[in-house]
């Protein structure tokens, strides 16, 4: 017989397990001598040889680092990318290593407890996750991650992408973006005792001087005085804008309803006195900072009643739970937004009406989308004008906070 030679062999179930024999002696008749080994070639390595040689040409010449496993982690193909990449050849990590193991520690759970969660509800859907990778020789990779599973098998193809120059690049920027967020915090926050100062000025002449100064002069007083207020309130949403994403802030487990109702709770004034009715029940809890997310519901709640012309202003919040997200919608029965502006009112101070007409700064929607991005969350509104507006926003289940 010639030597290494596959064979199917019967196993214990009844299929056959593929065996290499090389350098065999064998007598049919009597089974009396066996000389070399019996090396075991898993089976779905060798049936996917197999199948179609094209296929196996296909996946290890293709363009990106790219791994096969089945669904005990082990690993059953490496195509050359992968080889060069992480500087093991296929021989060394198929059968020997389960890929987890190429995965960085503080990585390395959180990625099997999503994949266990996707095995659970059933979804076979690609996930893509940035994840930390080692190298043969111990050095890092920053990755961006592809699962791809192969429908009615334990299989997934992991397709590897190098991110580590990009990365570089990413965090030069944030390091550009933290400094503006520096020198905008302390330009503003130099600016708020001045304008402090010119305000109780400005207070003092109207309460010991009105009687003295003409019509006139008290209408110039009375515009220094509401220009101060104006001024000071655009400090306050720069500093607020500049503090959302700065270091050292805690992601907790909150329950969406107490937090709607303490929202409620602080604007109670203004919702009476609108005749407004606010609705919201069985919402979630969800892992997020409390005091911005409070901010979102805070200014899409108040945005509802105030952009409403109705003489009973109503907004409903509700919710929709998908896979990896929850889905929260802020729906108002207000006058609407035109299409053309549905993107330019996410847009630091940007106005679709005058401060006159209904107050405000036009900086509220920038902070909120600022909010749930540091979610890992997205934003948008699907309204027409004069039908009211109804705002969608997500916020990712399993997110802890940071990088």
């Known amino acids: ?11 214990l179930e009844g299929t056959y397990a593929p065996y290499t024999l090389p350098s065999v002696l064998f007598n049919a008749a009597y089974a009396a001598l066996l000389v070399g080994f019996l090396s075991f070639v898993d089976v779905r390595a060798a049936l996917l040889r197999d199948v179609d040689e094209r296929y196996y040409e296909i996946f290890n010449h293709s363009g990106a680092p790219t791994i096969m496993a089945d669904g005990a982690h082990n690993v059953l193909l490496a195509n050359q990318q ?23 520690t503080k990585d390395r759970k959180s990625i099997l407890l999503l994949l266990n969660r996707m095995e659970n509800v059933g979804t076979n859907k690609p996930l893509t996750r940035e994840l930390n ?27 590897i992408f190098d991110l580590t120059e990009r990365k570089k690049l990413e965090n030069e920027l944030k390091r550009i973006n933290e400094d503006l ?11 708020k005792e001045p304008l402090r100062n010119i305000s109780s000025l400005a207070t003092y002449l109207k309460r010991d001087y009105q009687d003295k100064l003409d019509d006139m002069g008290n209408e110039f007083l009375d515009m220094l005085v509401n220009s101060v207020s104006t001024m000071s309130q655009l400090v306050d949403d720069l500093l607020t804008l500049s503090r959302i994403g700065r270091k050292n802030v805690d992601f907790s487990f909150v329950d969406i309803n107490s937090l709607v109702s303490e929202v409620l709770g602080d604007i109670q004034n203004y919702v009476k006195e609108r005749n407004a009715e606010v609705r919201y029940e069985n919402l979630p809890k969800a892992m997020v ?12 709640i108040t945005n509802g009643i105030k952009f409403n ?8 919040i509700t919710y929709k739970d998908h896979n990896f997200f929850y889905e929260f919608i802020v729906k108002d029965n207000g006058i609407g937004i035109p299409q053309e502006y549905k993107d330019k009112i996410f847009k630091l101070f940007e106005r679709l009406h005058s401060a006159e007409e209904y107050g405000g700064t036009g900086a509220g929607l920038a902070i909120v989308k600022k909010i749930v991005k540091e979610h890992r969350g997205d934003i948008w509104v699907e309204s027409e004008e004069g039908s009211g507006s109804t705002f969608h926003f997500t916020i990712e289940k399993f997110f802890i906070g940071g990088e």
């Not at 020198?183 to 130099?190: A, G, I, K, L, R």
Request: aromatic residues 10%; glycine residues 4%; charged residues 25%.
């Open 181 to 191: 967020q520096n020198f905008t915090f302390t330009v503003s926050h130099d600016l």
């Open 309 to 316: 012309d109705s003489p009973r202003p109503t907004v409903d």
């Open 133 to 159: 990778l080692h190298t043969k020789d111990g050095s890092a990779l920053c990755s961006s991650v592809t699962f791809s599973f192969i429908p009615e098998t334990d299989l997934v193809v992991i397709t």
């Open 289 to 300: 900072q409390k005091t911005w997310i409070k901010q979102v519901f805070q200014n899409l």
């Open 82 to 104: 992968f080889e060069q990449m992480t500087g093991y050849e296929e021989k060394e990590i198929t059968g020997e290593m389960k890929w987890p193991e190429l995965v960085d």
């Open 1 to 11: 017989i010639a030597a290494d030679t596959l064979y199917g062999i019967r196993a």
